[in-house]
């Protein structure tokens, strides 16, 4: 499909029969758009505009009528700038609500000095096997998810950039990153059984990280008394102001469920189940500003609290304890 700011977008699926037991699948998606907001500002980039692609690949092995693997593979990748709207008057803490005063007079066009970025890329790897026996149905799943994320944004989008009188540099800097594992195992009586239960468990362990960095230099006329200070350290003229934001967070979470369900008559069941689940979250964070250019001391660490079984327990009560995910069928 094509179209207006040079649009291009492609999909496509193909059901490949490799023998009677083996099958593939492959789906794929791209898409490339200029942007709908364009930036007078020689420096900055347009914004609005798309460079996405998606892919996904599944392969169904099933050599009895008891037995099936399923492997499945994503990958996305997006590029893409958000659209931003302009600021009437340069920011200043001086100003009516510290400028922060929008301008909507032209939502197609910006004024941004600094290149901004919107990248996400996450690869997705899950595994299912089946197995039937004489008794239950057995259901194993197991499944990797990594996360790559990283944005920057021009934050003061005036028309007055630094150095002009009363201009602004202000950017702000998010980067976050995700690794996942989780698995499930269920088992589960047999479709024809007087009596349907379920019993399983589940785990997920998680790492992430993330930095949050916003960068500031004013020269408006709420910071003119720094200039002086500012020349006699050798730092740009006007107020610099640095915030580094960093965290690290760890997660566990694991269940053991099981339910019977039993059929009275035609229209009435009684169900009864238990789960147990325990979580747990460890996270450290730490934030540090420079002003000046001198940094601060670093504040302390935060640590959180250890969360043991107590995440979602009013919740965790009324669920009819089904299982702790599902990562799709073939």
Not at 71 to 80: A, E, H, I, L, P
Not at 188 to 204: C, E, H, Q, T
Request: proline letters at 5%; aromatic letters at 10%.
């Amino acid at each position: 499909m094509t179209g207006e700011y040079d649009r291009l977008r492609v999909r496509g699926v193909v059901n490949v029969p490799l023998a009677d037991q083996l099958a593939v699948r492959l789906s794929a998606v791209t898409e490339d758009r200029d942007g709908y907001q364009t930036n007078v500002n020689t420096n900055g980039n347009e914004g609005n505009d798309a460079d996405n692609q998606y892919f996904r690949g599944q392969l169904l092995w099933e050599p009895t009528d008891n037995f099936s693997l399923t492997g499945r593979v994503s990958k996305f990748k997006q590029r893409d700038i958000p659209a931003r709207i302009n600021l009437a008057t340069p920011l200043d803490s001086t100003a009516p609500e510290g400028g922060f005063t929008p301008d909507f007079t032209d939502l197609r066009t910006v004024s941004k000095d600094h290149l901004e970025a919107n990248d996400v890329n996450q690869d997705i790897y899950s595994f299912e096997v089946n197995v039937g026996t004489k008794s239950a149905e057995i259901t194993a799943i197991m499944g990797i998810s990594q996360l790559e994320y990283f944005l920057t944004q021009d934050a003061d989008i005036t028309i007055a950039n630094y150095p002009m009188p009363g201009g602004k540099t202000r950017t702000a800097t998010r980067t976050q990153s995700s690794d996942q594992f989780v698995m499930e195992i269920r088992l589960n009586s047999l479709p024809d059984s007087p009596i349907d239960w379920l019993v399983g468990a589940f785990f997920m362990d998680e790492d992430a990280d993330g930095d949050l960095a916003v960068r500031q230099l004013d020269t408006g006329p709420g910071f003119i008394m720094f200039t002086p200070f500012a020349s006699f350290f050798g730092t740009p003229p006007g107020f610099t102001r640095d915030i580094d934001n960093v965290s690290k967070v760890e997660t566990t979470s694991g269940a053991l469920f099981g339910d019977v369900t039993y059929q009275l008559n035609e229209r009435v069941s009684v169900t009864g189940g238990l789960r147990y689940t325990r979580d747990s979250q460890d996270g450290v964070g730490q934030t540090q500003a420079k002003v000046l250019n001198f940094f601060s001391e670093a504040a302390p660490l935060f640590r959180s609290n250890e969360l043991q079984n107590r995440a979602c327990q009013g919740q965790l009560e009324q669920n009819n304890l089904e299982t702790g995910a599902h990562l799709g069928r073939f």
